[in-house]
């Protein structure tokens, strides 16, 4: 758990720190709100411990700022004696509770154990309305597939006997001829992307491969910058793959590694319209404690207690040097339809389908970081020897 302080007392605040240090959790300290927020830019804190009377910015705008810009991170007030009534409008305000000076150090662990204990519960609740989004995704492009890829081949049925029997007029019959065969052309053609269109949402429901065999990532990922050597060579954009050579194949889907590294490869040459890198790295590493432990549902990551090896799970980064992604839009990346390309140029389906095909192998991606430049996206897997 990371915990910020945000105290002008730099002695309390360095001492409450090396002892949370001193149990485990990653702690900073920050001595004003300007700090505090420049900090939680870089990387947001689960839980921020924030003094009410801060110099400049105070505690309760401090307060409402981290609400409004990281509403993921419980705040926890540390108020004076005599700042009771200014700890109560916290609370009103979003503060998770409050804790008056001097604190214990149980009293902060108590406050840091309850809201671990409240963000997983709100993590659980989000994984269920997920799921129950996604059933009823599920069921939508069932319905789809039947009521529109029925019509729709009909369409290009009957738009081929028209061509067939425009072939057989006489050439000289003048340009309706050719403007008809041109008209089916069209109809042919749009068909073709309706259907590439339900075959996409189909993907967002079902998954493409239901089996689970051996998957090679390094081959995987190779294989797909292949497909866009051309436009990278064009685009003057570089790309490499970090993989360990002896690193061991998993049980999953070749075809759906591939199509998420199309995806997101996809995207950063989108981000890279003058040149710049990709990188795809992987590799498979022991899950790191109980939070990933909770996530991915695994056992036995304590392997010094039974003699077992720890559970292992499957880590792929795709980094590009683009522009980046704008703060405002993150919470809509992986939103099905969502797109920042110009009308027609993309149908805003990429990134909805990487995260249906983690999240139907029971793993987990998001945008790690973004900035002008610099851009990575992270997915974990579970791991399990092919």
Known sequence: ?????????????????????????????????????????????????????????????????IRGLWPGTACCMLTGASQVDAAARALRHGAFDWLAKPVSLACVEDVLARAQARQREAREQELLAEAARMRSLDRLTEGIAHEVNNPVNIMVQAAGEIEDLMMEMPKDAGSVRDEILEAVDVIKRQSRRVRELTRTLLVLGRGLDAERRGVDLRKAA????????????????????????????????????????????????????????????????????????????????????????????????????????????????????????????????????????????????RLESSRPGGTEFGILLPFEAA
Request: aromatic letters at 4%; charged letters at 25%.
């Open 1 to 65: 758990m990371d915990v910020l302080i945000v105290d002008d007392e730099r002695t309390f605040a360095e001492l409450l720190a090396e002892r949370l240090r001193l149990r485990g959790y990653a702690v900073r300290v920050a001595g004003t709100a300007e700090a505090a927020l420049e900090q939680m830019e870089d990387a947001p804190s689960d839980v921020a411990l924030l003094d009410v009377g801060l110099p400049g910015m105070d505690g309760l705008s401090l307060l409402e700022r």
């Open 222 to 365: 190779e294989e797909v910058l292949g497909v866009f050597s051309a436009r990278m060579q064009d685009s003057g954009v570089t790309a490499k793959v970090s993989a360990d050579p002896g690193m061991p194949s998993f049980l999953g889907s070749q075809t759906e590694i591939r199509q998420i590294f199309i995806h997101l490869v996809e995207n950063a040459l989108d981000a890279m319209p003058d040149g710049g890198n990709i990188e795809i790295a992987c590799r498979v590493r022991p899950a790191s404690g109980p939070a990933e432990e909770a996530l991915f549902g695994l056992q036995n990551l304590t392997a010094e207690t039974d003699g077992q090896a720890p559970c292992q799970l499957v880590e792929i980064k795709v980094r590009d040097t683009g522009h980046g992604v704008a703060r405002q839009i993150e919470d809509d990346l992986f939103q099905p339809f969502f797109t920042t390309r110009e009308v027609g140029a993309g149908k805003g389906l990429g990134l909805a389908v990487c995260k249906s095909l983690v999240e139907k192998r029971g793993g987990t991606i």
